[in-house]
């Protein structure tokens, strides 16, 4: 049996990595598909290769992202599967574990999430239901060291799914999450940690489109690295924040 078909394929964070991979799996499947993000040329050049259509966006405009789900519905028609996967990385110098950091992350990478989910949500349930994607990450697993900004906004965003599942799958839409662990992209070029099992942006895309097509509520991966975090996860948190405490001790000798 093959994969499920998407026919109509919204991607925020469509212009790089995992979102482009994944725009080019699904225009190789027959699905046409949107592509948002900022930089208005690595869109277009997306769109023109996927036979597809670029709507550029600020995903942390709330206005915005209302104007370009209701311009995609109103050209397209009702999409069947929406990505929610733009998001970003802010590095400071040394320390990033400030408020402003912090807050940089918040916007992008979980009120972006969710002013493109208050968007879709009424259309979807008028439209009979559909599919909408959560790009969390691995990250979010744990409080790990030198990510507190990033890894906090995954942690909020995976919380925010499971929290909306229940209600969301009452209005007919299936809500995923998809937990990705290191993938080849330019957002963690400036990472300078370990970045073990890392798989290229085209495996990844093959592994989420299989996901997204099964019944499962999470898309995590690789396992190798998706098991041992759950297996610290459910450590009780003194042993856990000793532990990373340990390892980046280790880390910062080397
Ligand atoms: N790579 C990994 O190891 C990894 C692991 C776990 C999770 N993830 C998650 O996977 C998703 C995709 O990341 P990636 O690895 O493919 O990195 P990437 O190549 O840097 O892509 C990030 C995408 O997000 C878009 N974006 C960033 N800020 C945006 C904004 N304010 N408004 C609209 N679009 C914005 C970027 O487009 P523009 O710059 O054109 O706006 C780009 O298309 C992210 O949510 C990331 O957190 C990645």
Known sequence: MGEKRFHRVWITGGSSGIGRALARHYARQGAYVLV?????????AVARETGGAAYPLDVTDAEAVERTVAAVWEDTGPLDLAVLNAGAAFKRAGRDDTAANLKKHLEVNLLGVAYALDALRPRMRAAGGGTIALVGSL??????PRTSGYGTSKAALAYYAE???AELQREKIDLKLISPGFVKTPIIAANEFPMPFMLEADAAARIIARGLAGRAFEVAFPRRLAWPLRLLRALPAGWRVRLFAYGERRMRRR
Do not use: F
């Open 36 to 44: 948002s993000g900022r930089n208005v040329e690595r869109l277009e």
């Open 139 to 144: 990250a979010g697993y744990a409080g790990l």
């Open 163 to 165: 929290a909306l599942w």
